[in-house]
């Protein structure tokens, strides 16, 4: 046994070389495929203080870094149709100078509140509609669902990062409630994706 090892040394040491060596590639991916996910950004959409058009809709930064929320593009589908605009600055308040933006920093681990479900919906249906002041009951009567799309800007990052999920309304004892249509949050991860996040910003401004 020791006669034949110390015979054949050389190439049980390159074989043993070899060995470490796809070790430490392996290691290599490990540790790489790890700090990407770190890195990445992590957006989460919930519902929040109910169940009904009256609930609070949440943003969290899960991610490893500080955001910057540029930019939040709203759909509404009804019966009738479907529609999308930015509902980044919203009216809410006791008067139309009660004017405040989404827009703005998000720290790592925290969340937001941007506002009712039903303060989100009703700007896209008055742009749909042509309509100036409160959407009318029957309109809000046919909804069927309603979508939230995040665009943030991360880190040091030159593609801006998003997340969208989408919201069934279902009926219950004469009321409408909101429903995840998915558990979690859809992250916009694709290159191709996050590019085309800019012209959603641009259409914002």
């Known amino acids: ?10 190439v049980i040491s390159a074989l043993a070389n070899i060995v470490m060596l796809f070790v430490w590639i392996a290691y ?3 540790f790489v495929s790890s700090y990407r996910r770190q890195k ?6 919930n519902r929040g203080a109910g169940s009904g058009l009256e609930a609070r809709c949440l ?3 899960m991610s490893a870094e500080a955001i910057y929320i540029d930019s939040l593009i ?21 008067s139309d100078l009660d004017l405040k933006t989404r827009q703005g920093p998000l720290q790592a681990g925290q969340f937001v509140d941007i506002g009712s479900f039903q303060s989100l919906i009703e700007p896209v249906l008055q742009t749909a509609m ?3 002041g409160a959407v009318a009951s ?4 046919n909804l069927v669902a309603f979508e939230i799309k995040v665009i943030a800007v991360h880190g040091s990052e030159d593609l801006l ?6 919201f069934d309304v279902i009926r219950r004892q004469n009321r409408q409630l909101l429903r995840g249509h998915a558990v979690g949050t859809q992250q916009i991860r694709s290159r191709r994706e996050r590019g085309r996040l800019h012209n959603d910003v641009e259409a914002d401004l």
């Open 28 to 30: 290599l991916q490990v």
């Open 59 to 61: 943003i969290s930064n």
């Open 40 to 45: 990445r950004s992590n957006i989460l959409i």
């Open 74 to 94: 709203a759909t509404v589908e009804t019966t009738e149709g479907r529609w999308s605009c930015p509902v980044t600055e919203l009216l809410e308040g006791r």
């Open 138 to 141: 029957d309109a809000l009567e």
């Open 161 to 166: 990062a998003g997340a969208i999920r989408r």
């Open 130 to 132: 042509g309509l100036r």
């Open 1 to 10: 046994m020791w006669n034949w090892i110390a015979s054949n040394h050389q």
